[in-house]
């Protein structure tokens, strides 16, 4: 009797509340770990930001003239307007393009040279990071004591030398301000490229540069096939990254000629600072970065499309 009613009888398993998964914990756990990343991400960037793009659409003055009040695009219709805006605009682009380009020439052949077997170049690689390693500011009032007329390092050589007949004020006259800064930037910049571009050529086989030897493909040849298309990617984030730096650079700048003489070195970051702390107008300041935000999201979207194209034809092929 007591073995056909265990027999029937079923055991019930005890009831549990199930908890969450494994997986499940993992997730919160990892929301825990980035929360304070979101959270400084919203404080520092994303507050500032939206800050200056609501400043932009309203009359904001430090001098209370200005009433707070909404005024739509009249402060970037100002902006572009004003009378230096274009002149800043055009002096952002040559000031970018050509302390970049000069950045990558000059970073590469240094690479190109360190990486040869020559010996103390182990000194060198050290040397070359100097100029990296210095302030903006030590670096731009150095340079700037050297390029003075009266008592300029660089211009006592230059009329030794005799390429100059008397000294000449390379940081005071309109046509020389922004290209004599463009220079010392360059100077101060290369080895950034230099030590990237050197890691990725010690990553590149040597098996390749010993098989195109063999084909008779010369150093020149090989440099152009093989060096530069290996280098690309590398070669593309750097110059997108200094693209972002060099155009929104202010001390520079600022530190050798704070614009000037007559605004020929002035650049759109320059403007922005006139803006909000010479004539304390938040608005206008505003508005102007915003514009330089635009630009660069405009040439990021470019930027982005055309690796999707190369991307692509790439997988077309």
């Given at each position: 009797m007591r073995a056909s009613i265990r027999k029937d009888a079923q055991v019930q398993p005890l009831s549990r509340k199930e908890g969450p998964s494994r997986e499940t914990k993992a997730k919160r756990i990892a929301y825990l770990f980035v929360l304070p990343v979101f959270v400084f991400f919203l404080v520092i960037v994303a507050y500032p930001l939206l800050s200056v793009i609501w400043d932009s659409f309203h009359d904001k003055n430090l001098l209370n003239t200005g009433d707070g009040s909404f005024v739509g695009l009249a402060n970037y219709v100002e902006v572009i307007r004003s009378e230096y805006f274009v002149q800043a605009a055009v002096n952002t682009s040559i000031w970018t393009i050509l302390s970049v380009a000069g950045e990558y020439v000059l970073g590469i052949i240094a690479a190109l040279a360190l990486?040869?077997?020559i010996r103390g170049r182990a000194i060198f690689r050290g040397i070359i990071i100097i100029p990296w390693v210095v302030p903006v500011v030590v670096a731009g009032l150095t340079w700037t004591w050297m390029l003075t007329p009266d008592y300029g390092v660089l211009n006592s050589w230059l009329v030794k030398l005799g390429l100059l007949d008397e000294?000449?004020?390379?940081?005071?006259?309109?046509?020389?301000?922004?290209?004599?800064?463009?220079?010392?930037?360059?100077?101060?910049?290369?080895?950034?490229?230099?030590?990237?571009?050197?890691?990725?050529?010690?990553?590149?086989?040597?098996?390749?540069?010993?098989?195109?030897?063999?084909?008779?493909?010369?150093?020149?040849?090989?440099?152009?096939?093989?060096?530069?298309?290996?280098?690309?990617?590398?070669?593309?984030?750097?110059?997108?990254?200094?693209?972002?730096?060099?155009s929104i650079n202010f001390d520079f700048i600022w530190v050798m000629t704070e614009g000037g003489p007559v605004h020929s070195s002035e650049t759109l970051p320059i403007m922005i600072y006139r803006f909000a702390m010479q004539e304390l107008n938040i608005g206008l300041a505003s508005a102007l970065a915003s514009l330089l935000l635009a630009f660069m999201i405009i040439g990021f979207m470019m930027y982005y499309l055309y690796l999707n194209r190369e991307s692509d034809h790439r997988e077309g092929m």
């Open positions: 990486a040869q077997g000294p000449f004020y390379f940081l005071g006259e309109p046509d020389t301000a922004l290209l004599s800064i463009i220079i010392v930037n360059i100077w101060r910049s290369f080895p950034f490229y230099t030590i990237t571009l050197l890691a990725a050529l010690q990553s590149i086989p040597r098996d390749i540069y010993e098989a195109a030897a063999l084909d008779g493909i010369g150093p020149i040849g090989r440099f152009f096939k093989i060096t530069l298309p290996q280098l690309k990617g590398v070669s593309i984030v750097l110059v997108m990254i200094h693209i972002i730096w060099t």
